[in-house]
């Protein structure tokens, strides 16, 4: 049974860092697409960074290119979000996702990627920026 655990959000001033985590288990992370989504309150979830962790493929909605960085650990089957000058827009529930797959993930190249491309889901970690 796959099971996805986030972990590391927190309050941040405007302008700092947070680094998210994500413990997959009951697969290897190094084997398919995974993303993380962000979603304030009864908004739609926004994908906000996607990785082909078969090629190491990355992908960020232009809002975070440059500031948020997905990268993975398959020794700790991890996978994480950098996050750094940080601003109020960032305030949300941060989740990630994976999908088991070894045709890739194509789809990850896209400003608005469907939640349905992803399998599973974790609980979420809150983030929250104050100005």
């Known amino acids: 049974q796959v099971r996805l655990v986030e972990s590391g959000g927190g309050s941040v001033q405007a302008g700092g860092s947070l680094r998210l985590s994500c413990v997959a288990s009951?697969?290897?992370?190094?084997?398919?697409?995974m993303g993380w989504f962000r979603q304030v309150k009864a908004n739609e979830r926004e994908g906000v960074a996607h990785?082909?962790?078969?090629?190491?493929?990355?992908f960020y909605i232009d809002s975070v290119k440059g500031r948020f960085t997905i990268s993975l650990d398959t020794a700790k089957n991890t996978l994480y979000l950098e996050m750094n000058k940080t601003t109020p827009e960032d305030t949300a529930m941060y989740y990630c996702?994976?999908?088991?797959?070894?045709?890739?993930?194509?789809?990850?190249?896209?400003?608005?990627?469907?939640?349905?491309?992803?399998?599973?889901w974790g609980q979420g970690t809150q983030v929250t920026v104050s100005s």
């Open positions: 009951g697969y290897p992370v190094s084997s398919g697409c």
């Open positions: 996702a994976e999908r088991r797959t070894d045709t890739g993930c194509p789809w990850i190249n896209s400003m608005s990627v469907p939640l349905y491309k992803y399998y599973d």
């Open positions: 990785a082909n962790t078969m090629s190491g493929t990355t």
